[in-house]
């Protein structure tokens, strides 16, 4: 808020005139924002109240205490959707990190057609979910896919059927999330290795540091902030994860990937479980927040530091 | 639930059509659960249709339809040895992986089907029907595409007309889906799915439409005519002869052009079925049970389908403890 009002006034201008004409863009920023938090609280709170009630196919009032969270959390779907968000939340925030942070800095190079490539690998984020898990499980099933091109070359022997294999179905989730959101990673991490004063580096070159110790010793250490962000937006992503699971492998083979927010709308709006549906929900956001708080709370010292001294 | 549920009365619509005495008495009686008509049902299925792929027939020799599971599971070995890549045609919807259970215990025993399934009875679900069913299910996917991951059995249809895979065991909407798919009444053979006591065992699967209660008056005047289109003999003429299905009203005519012999013989199996108590509601189309118990079976069926470790006798345990726990 505060970046924006202060590119707005300018100096020399008289106080009245500056808070009409910032006008406009209060309306833009606080009425979106209010409703937006007004919805995103006001639903929050009354998934809360569902979840403590007797609702099955339809809302209804009463109160049941944690007998639907006990429900849920002894359920072999929850404990299996658990058991993935781990490994898929690990697997994938440290994967596309280190894809996003070795595509940045190889086309930090200064290569030519940098501009064609960098489109090439943002443009996977233009894609919607469904539409990135329907292409994956075209080429991810052995029969149709990438198994059947190569058995097609001549290499017979050749297996890859993760997408039907239960215990190793969950990475080809990874994969496609990863193939989704890297470019993301990669745009934040190049704009950050093009912010590392030239000075710098180039002092550290006088010094006669070759460029992996540059990049190592130098360099990297300054993108501590992005990889940060990087990490909470993509946890953020793998917790919510849905559509993406829904479209590639819709929780199978059988039950094998299930994730939290396959278990809610399948507890919700397949099973008409509302309750049972509406606790599995509180229980993402608690996921969530264990995630957000600490965030925010480092945030908050950054800030304080930064100002404090 | 239905206390909470507010919707329309159609009795009085419903005795002015004459529309109940047209209705199989089962199917009646699923769509007034408290005596009173509150959804109109349009259409029938049976989810344990077998559809015979010609090529796949030609490759095996055979050109008898399999009446019992042995038949059917000569049948198989016969295609497996004469190249049929696939005997069975599938998909990996959850759906799918039901219909191989209930095809296979209502074909065993329609007694057990109605007694475990749709009654839930404690002894009928450890029967030795209900493992015999789980024996016959590991057979039918020993013979299935393991390659399908989350993809319906549309997929497979191609392959399966081609003589691929060979038999499908589906609804009759899997006509309909053909016939739009640009292939011809010769490429297959739609049959009631096996039945040991060689009656046809008929798995009700019928889509209707809930009627909910609405104040503006435009609105109940459109629910009025719906009611009427929903239960017009030319309507459900029309509808059924798109989608592959038979219509609701037992009272239509299905020798003239426009029905298939697929159509005839299901409409058939349902005047057998009814006669011999054989027709029963489909589990893995959500008419058997409440949704909640429904899809606690389902986990069971599609994990053993997608994991050939789990035994009959493990998958017996395992369906009897989810029914228990989602009680």
Partial sequence: MTDVASTATRPGRPAISGVVGRLPEYLMIWVPLLLSAAHLISFSLWTIWISFTPSTLVPVSGWVGLRNYNAVMASRNWHIAFDNLLLFGTAFVLLSLITGLALAILLDQRIRGENVLRTIFLYPLAVSFVVTGTVWSWLLNPGIGIQKLVHDLGWTSFRFDWLVDRDMAIWTIVIAAIWQSSGFAMALFLAGLRSVDADIIKAAQIDGAGPVRTYWRVILPTLWPITITVVVVQLQFAISAFDLVRALTNGGPGIATQLPALVVYDLMFQRGQLGRGAAAAVLMLLILLAVLLPYAAWRYFQRRRATHG | ?327
């Fill in chain 2, 1 to 327: 639930m239905v206390e909470d549920c507010p919707t329309v009365d159609l009795d009085a619509v419903v005795a002015a059509a004459g529309y109940e005495k047209v209705v199989a008495p089962d199917l009646a009686k699923l769509h007034k659960p408290e005596g009173r008509w509150i959804a109109l049902p349009l259409q029938i299925y049976s989810t344990n249709m077998l559809f015979l792929s010609k090529r796949a027939m030609d490759k095996a020799k055979a050109d008898k339809i399999p009446v019992t599971w042995a038949d059917f599971n000569d049948l198989a070995e016969k295609m497996k040895a004469g190249g049929v890549t696939f005997p069975v045609a599938n998909g990996g919807t959850r759906a799918d992986d039901g219909q191989k259970f209930e095809a296979s215990l209502a074909g065993i025993s329609p007694i057990a089907y109605r007694a475990a399934i749709m009654n839930l009875d404690k002894k009928a679900l450890e029967g030795p029907e209900i493992k015999a069913a789980f024996e016959q299910m590991r057979k039918i996917t020993n013979w299935m595409d393991p390659n399908v991951g989350a993809q319906p059995y549309a997929t497979n249809l191609k392959r399966f007309v081609d003589g691929d895979m060979g038999m499908m065991i589906m609804g009759g909407w899997a006509q309909g889906v053909l016939r739009n798919a640009g292939f011809k009444f010769d490429d297959f053979v739609i049959a009631p799915g096996p039945s040991d006591n060689g009656k046809p065992v008929f798995l009700l699967n019928a889509d209707a439409f809930i009627f909910w209660q609405r104040k503006e008056p435009d609105l109940q005047a459109g629910q009025a005519l719906m009611a009427q289109l929903v239960m017009d003999p030319a309507i459900q003429t029309m509808y059924s002869q798109i989608t592959g299905s038979i219509p609701v009203r037992t009272d239509v005519d299905l020798s003239g052009e426009g029905w298939s012999d697929g159509q005839r013989r299901t409409a058939a199996a349902l005047k057998d079925a009814v006669a011999n108590n054989q027709a029963v509601l489909s589990l893995a189309h959500n008419m058997a049970q409440e949704n909640g118990l429904t899809a606690a079976m389902i986990d069971v069926f599609t994990e053993y389908v997608k994991n050939k470790t789990i035994t009959p006798d493990q998958a017996v345990t395992r369906l009897a403890e989810a029914v228990e726990g989602s009680r």
